[in-house]
């Protein structure tokens, strides 16, 4: 069963930067696409950043461009976004999704911007 588990989430002032993870298994990860993903309160879940198998092709949101990093590691089955520059606009609950469908298959980590 595939499992995808987020982590590094927290609450920062405008700013500053958080590094979130996630972690996969019940899966060949080094063979999906992987994605994140937000839902920011009372707004439906929005589209953030793509990696391709091998980690040589991302995009990104517009909002996000410049400010987010997203990387894996093929080896250790993890995904991560290092998010610079936060805004208030970033408070959200992240997810990482699977493969082309991005697919999500954990419960989230909570993102919060405020001062």
């Known amino acids: 069963q595939d499992q995808l588990v987020e982590s590094g989430g927290g609450t920062v002032q405008p700013g500053g930067s958080l590094r979130l993870s996630c972690e996969a298994s019940g899966f060949t990860f080094s063979s999906e696409p992987m994605s994140w993903l937000r839902q920011p309160p009372g707004k439906g879940l929005e589209w953030v950043s793509d990696i391709d198998t091998s980690g040589s092709v991302t995009t990104y949101r517009h909002s996000v461009k410049g400010r987010f990093t997203i990387s894996r590691d093929n080896a250790k089955n993890m995904l991560f976004l290092q998010m610079n520059d936060l805004r208030s606009e970033d408070t959200a609950l992240y997810y990482c999704?699977?493969?082309?469908?991005?697919?999500?298959r954990g419960q989230g980590t909570q993102v919060t911007v405020s001062s």
């Open positions: 999704g699977r493969g082309p469908a991005r697919l999500i």
